[in-house]
């Protein structure tokens, strides 16, 4: 989305005058600074508690990303002016890498089979994950709530992104 605002806010003539565009720059991208961002990996629509985080923490971005199809219900979530939908990105190489690289944290709340590779990676980062206490699947060191705590959750993500700035 970032990407395409880039460029649908340049005029035309001087895109035509320079037809040897660099390549996009982080800093092109985030004049103000990257957002501190959190990722959700899943294959499963049903994420107890998103969008409830979505909208308590309006100034994180979140990164919702499938290696299939996503449904109407995620792909809908672009509504929400900080989120991010990557569908069906299995085979594009280095996207996952990517997604790690420019988030923050890992939100370990979805139910079902997990990406082992993306918590691997997040603790080889020593970047945090967040999760909930019955969903996690495997032992990555993830910070862990209940369910019905989702709000101490959302501000420990606040705190986090405080820190960060």
């Not at 660099?22 to 107890?48: A, H, Q, W």
């Amino acid at each position: 989305r970032e990407v395409w605002w880039f460029y649908a806010q340049m005029d035309w003539s001087g895109v035509a005058e320079n037809a040897t565009l660099s390549p996009l720059s982080e800093d092109m991208i985030y004049p103000k600074g990257r957002p501190f961002t959190c990722l959700v990996y899943t294959n499963i629509s049903e994420i107890p508690h998103l969008t409830d985080l979505i909208s308590a923490l309006p100034k994180v971005q979140f990164k919702i990303a499938s290696r299939q199809h996503v449904t109407d219900k995620l792909a809908q979530l672009i509504t929400y002016p900080n989120v991010t939908v990557y569908s069906a990105i299995a085979g594009l190489n280095g996207l996952d890498l990517e997604l790690v690289r420019t988030s923050d944290l890992l939100l370990d709340i979805n139910p079902g089979r997990k990406v082992v590779e993306i918590l691997d990676a997040f603790r080889f980062e020593n970047k945090p994950i967040l999760g909930f206490e019955d969903l996690k699947s495997t032992k990555h060191n993830q910070q862990t709530y209940s369910r019905d705590r989702w709000k101490e959750m959302a501000e420990t993500i606040r705190q986090m992104r405080k820190k960060s700035l």
